[in-house]
């Protein structure tokens, strides 16, 4: 009984930065400064919501933002899968060498990399580019998803392979229609983790990206920033609109994030 009061005492405390969030979107900015935190608007502002899907280009931003992750998730996830596949399942010999650099990309500072990486999409033509983006967060997103990869591919029986080449299945179709579907829960995880860093990164889409119509949620966001007064209302209404996405995935995938993270802790 104790336990489950202090596990719904922590649980109140991950919410109420969320309510606090909702009440602020719904306030305009003279009772955010005169109102206490969580003291409840006196005319909920839902006009905020309209104006800055509308007026504001949160729709555009927003679908920019769906864009850009969806397809670095998939991408990364893909390119991962293929790798660990090739590093735990196929004997050659520079297999160790292979981990051990994506292991190094661990060590690197992200942003570290910020200006070779403007340099190079300069040079090569993909500035002002979802492509730069996509690239960008495809490659800094490998080592952390092959490593959470790894665990769980090295607990897949051989036998289950053995029986698939004995069947005549291709190397290929082993791939994808045996190994791939049986690392369903740790993809949802590597998903859940790459989709949150993608969506909410700020950095490389402010130095990429100088177009309006190619913007992301977390850039989008600075049009209600001038410079003698801020929008906090429409701002909260941002923020609450691109918080949605991130919690509707987690509660659909919650179940496999859970078995992705203690499928590869025991072997056997």
């Not at 340099?119 to 490659?139: E, K, P, R, V, W």
């Not at 049986?182 to 859940?192: D, R």
């Not at 949150?196 to 949620?217: A, C, G, Q």
């Amino acid at each position: 009984m104790i336990l489950y009061l202090i596990l719904g005492l922590v649980a109140l405390l991950q919410i109420l930065p969320l309510i606090w969030l909702l009440l602020f979107s719904l306030k305009d900015n003279q009772e955010v400064f005169n109102l206490a935190p969580f003291a409840l608007p006196q005319d909920p502002q839902w006009s905020n919501y309209a104006r800055v899907w509308v007026d504001g280009n949160i729709g555009l931003y927003f679908f920019n933002s769906v864009l850009v992750t969806g397809i670095s998730v998939i991408l990364t996830i893909l390119l991962a899968s293929f790798v660990t596949f090739a590093l735990t399942r196929m004997q050659w010999k520079l297999s160790k060498l292979a981990l051990g650099l994506f292991m190094v990309g661990l060590m690197i500072p992200v942003h570290s990399a910020l200006i070779p990486l403007f340099s190079f999409f300069t040079t090569i033509g993909i500035m002002d580019n979802h492509l730069s983006i996509i690239l960008t967060y495809t490659a800094f997103n490998l080592p952390l998803t092959i490593m959470i990869l790894l665990g769980f591919y090295y607990t897949i029986p051989r036998e289950l392979e053995e029986a698939a080449i004995v069947d005549g299945c291709s190397i290929h179709r082993l791939f994808f229609r045996i190994i791939l579907p049986i690392t369903a829960p740790v993809v949802a995880t590597t998903a859940i983790i790459n989709m949150i860093y993608n969506w909410n990164e700020f950095v490389f889409v402010n130095t990429f990206i100088s177009s309006d119509s190619l913007k992301t949620l977390t850039v989008g966001i600075q049009n209600f920033i001038g410079q003698y007064s801020t929008d906090w209302g429409a701002i909260g209404a941002t923020l609450v609109i691109s918080m949605l996405p991130i919690l509707i995935a987690f509660f659909l995938l919650s179940n496999k994030i859970v078995e992705g993270m203690t499928s590869g802790s025991v072997k056997g």
